[in-house]
Nanobody, 124 residues
């Protein structure tokens, strides 16, 4: 089992950058595929980015490709989401998720563990 805690959210002007971090408990973090999702009120949780075990692969939603970068540090049990060129439509609660698998996972239902979320607000 793994517990996830996100940090790094906040208020940013359009065009700015933020770095979200997700800290995981447990000694087998390296065996988990990790993902970032976001959700706005009244909407379903949407995929943002995913990274496989040992950073063997990454995948991004089209809406963030070229602006966001997902990375992991298995020695520190962390997965980060670097966000650049922020837009007002990036405003959401961002969630970190973990799944004990070797591949990439793109759907919320694929993940077993979730953090509590961190709010990102981008003003125009």
């Amino acid at each position: 089992q793994v517990q996830l805690v996100e940090s790094g959210g906040g208020l940013m002007q359009a065009g700015g950058s933020l770095r979200l971090s997700c800290a995981a408990s447990g000694r087998t973090f390296s065996l988990y595929a990790m993902g970032w999702f976001r959700q706005t009120p009244g909407e379903e949780r949407k995929f943002v980015a995913a990274i496989a075990r040992s950073a063997a692969g990454t995948y991004y939603a089209d809406s963030v490709k070229g602006r966001f970068t997902i990375s992991r540090d298995d020695a520190k049990n962390t997965v980060d989401l670097q966000m650049k060129g922020l837009r007002p439509e990036d405003t959401a609660v961002y969630y970190c998720a973990a799944d004990f698998t070797s591949g990439l996972r793109l759907r919320p239902s694929d993940y077993d563990y979730w953090g509590q979320g961190t709010q990102v607000t981008v003003s125009s």
